[in-house]
């Protein structure tokens, strides 16, 4: 029998992508201009990050600076920047990617653009595995046990750098991007809830003008922190709720140098309510989840629809067409931290008595770029960004080229950096 607090944990999920209204309902909020020089205080490395056998783009890897807590994300066409303070005694780099060879890269080999960086496929040898008997459900089980002693035991103050779009066709029709400060709570049962607050963001809402329907995403970064799975595995699956999945033994990999079941999972056929299904990466020796990628199943369109809606007009029919989730997981000195966290939701809205219907993605992105162990505070509850906020709603406008300073960021895609452009361009012009 299907849990309800499952329910209740799915919807809180995913409860806060889509508040539709009228476009004529919209209104327009211009911001200020926010600026921020450099002062020469880091140092600056971009790039590409590409197969050595393929040579096709590595997208969503991690680069970092050993021994710190520095790092970011390649993007979708495998473009990173790195900004490294000169107060960080830094001389290489280090990358990783699921399915390749960790890479080292000195710095002094390094320009400040244009470095294309190759990744060696890495391959399991046989010796490397314990031979055993193997039930991927148990192995679930166990890596859900293990949790509070394998990711910190102690909250942590985290920097991060969030992004959202949304699209209409394949027009980008908003960009909203921040730096957050994160209180990142304890992964012990009794640690308490994360919170997120604002430090800068910028936004172009209507990049291109949105005919008939205006899509807002709420919840921003409050809500990625949910896809952190190691503290919130109840909005994956509650432990009481493993008996309504399959579990099956895909594959083994590396990850960061180290071997990794891959399991997939999926609802029973006789469950009829909307569930997830995917991929938990779980590391071999110590059962830590290091990686998941999953989809909520949408074979029942009109259930999972419920799950998503928070508004929207009379008329309009919310069709999911896809959904996509992803969550990452770093290693220092034997203790696991949130990385990355990326979703994406494809979906159609049609009208009633209209010829045409239109598509919408929406996508976010969450990449810790930096962690401190000193001086944790939980800021004020007034002071986070709560799920029902919307990022779009809170931010400037872009109008500075250099607006993240010394801060990392997710590299935009170049249809991304295409409409910061024009959008800049366009504010200049209204004299803002």
Same mark, same amino acid.
């Given at each position: ?23 004529a ?36 890897a ?24 000169n ?6 780099i280090?990358?990783?990617h ?5 890479? #080292?890269v ?23 595995v ?13 890596a ?20 959202e ?8 029709i ?38 008939t ?37 895909e594959?083994?990999?590396? #990850? ?14 006789? #469950? ?39 508004r ?5 029919? @919310? ?24 979703n ?11 010829l @045409? ?19 944790i505070?939980?800021f004020?509850y ?6 029902t906020? #919307?990022?779009?709603?809170s ?28 959008y ?9």
């Open positions: 029998m299907f849990n309800h607090k499952n329910a209740i944990a799915m919807k809180t999920l995913v409860k806060y992508y889509l508040n539709i209204i009228p476009i309902l919209a209104i327009f909020l211009a911001g200020s201009s926010h600026a921020q020089n450099g002062n020469g205080s880091y140092s600056s490395y971009s790039g590409s990050l590409k197969d050595a056998k393929t040579r096709q783009d590595i997208v969503f991690y680069i970092t600076v050993p021994n710190s807590h520095i790092g970011t994300v390649s993007n979708s066409e495998g473009e990173f920047t790195l900004k490294i303070g107060d960080v005694k830094a001389d290489e280090e990358i990783s699921i399915g390749y060879k960790k890479k #080292i000195a710095l002094s080999s390094l320009k400040a653009n244009g470095n294309i960086i190759f990744l060696d496929p890495s391959s399991i040898e046989l010796e490397e314990t031979v055993r008997p193997i039930d991927p459900r148990q192995i679930v089980i166990d859900l046990q293990k949790i509070p002693y394998n990711y910190s035991e102690s909250p942590n103050m985290l920097t991060g750098f969030y992004r779009t949304i699209k209409q066709r394949r027009e980008y908003s960009i909203s991007e921040a730096v957050v400060d994160i209180y990142k709570s304890s992964y012990r049962p009794s640690g308490g809830n994360d919170r997120v607050k604002i430090y800068k963001g910028r936004k172009s809402a209507n990049v291109k003008k949105a005919d329907l205006t899509v807002k995403l709420q919840g921003g970064p409050s809500v990625s922190l949910l896809l952190d799975i190691a503290k919130h595995h109840d909005y994956l699956f509650m432990e009481e709720d493993i008996k309504n999945y399959d579990f099956t033994l594959d083994m990999v590396t #990850i960061d140098n180290r071997i990794n079941y891959v399991i997939g999972f999926a609802q029973h056929k006789y #469950i009829t309510t909307p569930l997830y299904y995917g991929r938990l990466y779980i590391d071999t020796r110590n059962l830590a989840i290091t990686h998941a990628q999953f989809s909520l199943n949408l074979d029942n369109k009109e259930e999972a629809a419920k799950l998503f809606i928070k929207k007009p009379a008329g309009v029919k @919310f069709v999911p067409i896809s959904t996509s989730y992803l969550v990452n997981y770093n290693v220092q000195d034997g203790v696991y931290y949130l990385n990355y966290a990326r994406e939701l494809t979906f159609k809205a049609n009208w009633r008595k209209r @045409f219907n239109t598509t919408y993605t929406i996508n976010s992105e969450l990449a810790i770029t930096d962690r401190s162990l000193d001086n505070s939980r004020p007034k002071e986070s960004f709560k799920q906020d #919307i990022l779009n709603e931010v400037e406008a872009f109008n500075d080229e250099d607006f993240w300073g010394e801060h990392n960021y997710i590299k935009p895609e170049e249809s991304i950096q295409e409409a910061i452009i024009k800049g361009k366009r504010l200049k012009r209204q004299g803002r």
